[in-house]
């Protein structure tokens, strides 16, 4: 009876907490119209930018439930606080040319990571009419297609993007669909293994963060694939910290 009035204690108190920062989120959204927020600001004395940090740290490794996910993407969450100059980029380039491949495949990632479904679909159809054969294009639209649907409905179609011949002189793709293609074609190669082989390949960091992102998506996706999605990403992380 103690143990589960404790439990029932901190789980109320995080509730509270969770609310006490949303609420204070909104109050600085409403004022300022974003929540580009420093990590050090504070409103008043809640240490609001810390909260958010907190916030994202949850959602990438997976700990946050999707309703609380889909209530902070209302709100005007920023994900990435990496990402929001890169994205006045690419608007700034869909503006010059709205059929920018590259701007339009990396935008529709950035609605799917965000559960913006429609959004992603429309700028990666875009992406690949304008460019039929960019792999970045096509691995962005199965990815889609995988969290929507699940990998029942899409191995097919990672089938024939993984197991053909990669006509590419990018070592990092081919590390990442290198990786993928054991974590979805041939999870009897092993998972571990495939996983070593991906960090000896030197790969630059923000390759490794994408990576992160994907298995992040992947492990939230609930079917046989996310156990080793989960088994991979927790590999990386802790290589990542070390």
């Not at 109050?27 to 907190?54: M, N």
């Not at 799917?112 to 479904?117: E, G, H, K």
């Not at 990672?158 to 990442?176: E, H, K, Y």
Request: proline letters at 3%.
């Amino acid at each position: 009876m103690i143990a589960k009035w404790i439990k029932f204690q901190i789980l109320d108190t995080e509730r509270q907490d969770w609310t006490r920062g949303y609420n204070t989120a909104r109050q600085y959204f409403d004022r300022e119209g974003s929540l580009d927020v420093p990590y050090e600001h504070q409103e008043g004395t809640y240490p609001l930018g810390r909260w958010l940090s907190d916030q994202r740290r949850a959602f990438r490794a997976g700990t946050m439930s999707s309703t609380r996910a889909d209530e902070l993407d209302e709100l005007g969450m920023i994900w990435d606080t990496a990402d929001t100059a890169f994205a006045e980029n690419l608007a700034a380039a869909l503006d010059l040319n709205p059929t920018y491949a590259w701007a339009l495949g990396s935008r529709g990632q950035a609605h799917r990571q965000a559960r913006r479904y429609d959004q992603a679909r429309e700028d990666l159809e875009r992406a690949l009419e304008a460019e039929p054969d960019s792999l970045g294009c096509m691995f962005e639209r199965i990815m889609l297609d995988t969290v929507v649907s699940g990998l029942g409905a899409c191995v097919e179609q990672w089938r024939q993007l993984l197991a053909s011949p990669m006509v590419t002189a990018d070592a990092d793709l081919i590390g990442c669909f290198d990786l993928f293609k054991v974590l979805i074609l041939e999870p009897e190669a092993g998972v571990t293994e495939a996983t070593e082989v991906f960090l000896a390949g030197g790969q630059e960091p923000e390759v490794v963060t994408d990576m992160l992102d994907y298995l992040a998506e992947l492990s939230a996706a609930g079917d046989e694939l996310a156990d080793r999605a989960r088994l991979c990403r927790q590999l990386i992380a802790e290589r990542a910290a070390v």
